[in-house]
């Protein structure tokens, strides 16, 4: 049996980051959004574990670039 994971909407992740539902789709268009599960009835889902990992990818050194 598996074990039970929180997953978001995309409208529930757009809400979380900050960032409209047309910009998370443009990012998974280009290839930067989280990985994305697609249900059998067409709708996305991201697992939030998924959802940590994307962000520890895209944190910074803290040295300004």
Known sequence: MATASRYFTIKQFCEEIG???SAFH????KGLAPRCIKL???QIRIRC???DAWLE?????????
């Open 49 to 51: 574990s998924d959802v």
């Open 40 to 42: 059998p009835n067409r």
């Open 26 to 29: 443009d990012w998974r268009i």
């Open 57 to 65: 990818s895209r944190e910074e050194s803290g040295v300004a670039a």
């Open 19 to 21: 960032i409209a539902e």
